[in-house]
Structure formats: C-alpha cells, structure tokens
C-alpha cells in the first residue's frame, strides 16, 4: 500500500463536495463519507450501506475549531474530552446547531461529532474543507463503510469486498490502527453517557468528568452500533468464556472455525484457528480481520474464547457480544 497522493486527495475532495460517496479510512475502521451538508448525498450513504434512513450518522470535521458550525452548546465537559482525545478515536453527541440537516441527526436534537486522527483522514476532510459557489463544506457524514448490520472494515480490501462499485472512490490508508470503532459519549444530557466503548474507556472519561459515565438506557437516543445484534458474521458465532474453553473445544462438533488467546493445543487440518494478540490494542486492531477471515472459510460455526474482563478490554467484549449468535 502506498499512501494517497496529494492528487488523489483533492480528486477524493472533490468527489465529496459534488455530492459523491468517498471511502476513506480512519484509525478506527473505514468510514463511508458524503457532505455532511447534502442530505441527498447522506441519502445515498444509507441506500448504499442498506441502512434505515431515520439512523444518525457521524459527521467528521477536520479539528475542534470546526466544533460550533455544528454544536449550539459544547458543554465544559465535551470541551475537555475534545481537547484530550480529538484528533483521535471518541465521538461527542451534543446538541446540534440550526441548520445541521435531519440527514445526518436522523431528526433529533443532536449530532454526532468526530475529528480522526488518521492523516489520510486529515488531509482529505482538510482539503473537503472551505467554500465554493456560496456553499460551506466543513463536514463529512461517514458510517463505517459496509452493509448494515455487517462487520466493519478495516482494510481497503474489506471496503471493495463490501460495496465495491457502488461507492464512487475508495482512499487506501492501510489497515486501521485502532480496528474497533470509535467510542461514543452522550455529552448533551448533564451526564456523560457512554453510548459504545472503544479504545477510549470509560474510565478515561471518568479522568476528565470526575464521574464515571452512565451506561446506555431507554432514554439513549437511536444507535444502530448500539443494536443486539450488529457486526456479526454469516457464520454463527459462540462466544465461550475461558473456564469452558477447554471443554466447549473438546465436545463442539463440526467444522469450526477458532479465535482464541491460546495456540491451536494439536493440529487439526480440519480447523481454522487464529491465534489473537494478547494486548488489547493489538486484539482490537486484528479483530474483524480476523473474523472476515473465519467467516470466509468452509465452517460451520465460529468459536470465540472471551477475552479477559478489564476496562482496556471493554471496547472489544462489546463488538465480540454483539457479533455472538443469542443462545
Ligand atoms: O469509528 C467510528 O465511529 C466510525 C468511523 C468511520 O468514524 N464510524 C462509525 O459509524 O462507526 P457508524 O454509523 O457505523 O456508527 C456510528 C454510531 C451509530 O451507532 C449512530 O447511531 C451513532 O454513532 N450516532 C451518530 N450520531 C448520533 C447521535 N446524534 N445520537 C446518538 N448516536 C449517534
Ligand atoms: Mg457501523
């Protein structure tokens, strides 16, 4: 992989602000961008993605000064959790300034703001950004870039695998660093509530807020990452904790397709095993390379040993039972 050049960059720029649809990638997962400001654009994003429309979308901005074209009111809290974290893998709902379109808040009184850290990233929501014919661009509406409901890509490849031709242009950036999406904390309520873990732990908001952030409930607004049953594989998955590893291995039949901590215990031709980093940040950046890769294999079930408990795990426990098939 060679990095996009500057022309390629402005080429991508230039899409987006004619209303096309970029896949960039972020140093989370890949996201699949449209001007934020064009909800004919945002429209096509769902059509393609397969997504109900009335789902918010994250809107990209090149860095925090780029918050108020977007947020009516970024409380002292989401101030500092932007200055500590942004650029990089956390994303604030606040609430929205007027004139923020229905496309991207799904008609709700907030929006989802993110600034990504990756220079790929960067150098296009920075050259997508400015006016041009009386028209402001300042921000790019990027879901991850594959079907509704599927598991997030990581790599080029997994975008081109994904949607193919139905996207107009695809930046390859390499394969995410962080490879599980972006934490998201309600910041619009008085409280923080963290509506998905990732690389930024709960405990890391707690460092700035002074409390810890309440969990999702009833009252979190509509969060299709936040569904049961999201970023799963065609296969089904069993997630088994590491007291039945050892037994759940020796009496599950079939042709079976392994992610463990542990090496493969004797050569079994017949099983596809893929032994995952024993470091968070590494588990978190092979994670859904991994399960693309057994998902794709002749198998009939996924077996998944369940990573350790830990705050620095939590980000991945979540996508793990999220993508498990319910019991
Ligand atoms: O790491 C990421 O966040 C990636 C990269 C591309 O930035 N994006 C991503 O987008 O994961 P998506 O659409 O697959 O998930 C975004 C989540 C969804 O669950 C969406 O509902 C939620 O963010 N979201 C966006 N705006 C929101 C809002 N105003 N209120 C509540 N949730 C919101
Ligand atoms: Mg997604």
Known sequence: MTAPSATEIA???AVLRSGGLVAFPTETVYGLGADARN?????????????????????HI??????????????????ALARAFWPGPLTLVLRRAAGVPDAVTGGQDTVGLRVPSHAVAQALLRAFAG??????????AAPSANRFGRISPTTAE???????SDVDMI????????????????????????????????????????????????????????????YAPRHPLKLVVPAQWD????????????????????????????????????????????????????????LVEAPPEGAEWEGIRDRLGRAATPA
Not at 62 to 77: F, K, M, N, S, T
Not at 158 to 164: C, F, S
């Open 39 to 59: 909800a004919e654009a945002v429209a096509r994003i769902f059509a393609v993605k397969g997504r109900p429309q009335d789902h918010p979308v994250i809107v």
């Open 158 to 164: 997994h975008v081109r695998a994904d949607l193919g």
């Open 171 to 230: 930046l390859d950036g390499g394969a995410c660093e962080v490879g599980i999406e972006s934490t998201i904390v309600d910041c619009s309520r008085g409280v923080p509530v963290l509506l998905r873990p990732g690389r930024v732990t709960a405990a890391d908001i707690a460092g700035l807020a002074g409390v810890m952030p309440l969990g999702a409930d009833r009252e979190s607004p509509r969060a299709p990452g936040t569904l049961e049953s999201h």
């Open 247 to 302: 037994k759940a291995l020796a009496h599950s039949g079939g042709r079976r397709a392994v992610l463990s901590l542990r090496e493969q215990p004797l050569q079994d031709p017949s099983m596809r095993w893929i032994r995952m980093p024993q470091d968070p940040a590494g588990y978190g950046h092979g994670l859904y390379a991994g399960l693309r890769a057994l998902d794709a294999c002749d198998c009939e079930f996924i």
């Open 62 to 79: 090149p860095g925090i000064e780029y918050l108020q074209g977007w947020a009516r009111d970024v409380p002292p809290l989401a101030l």
């Open 131 to 140: 006016e041009e014919g009386g028209r402001r661009f300042d921000g790019v």
């Open 11 to 13: 080429r991508a720029a």
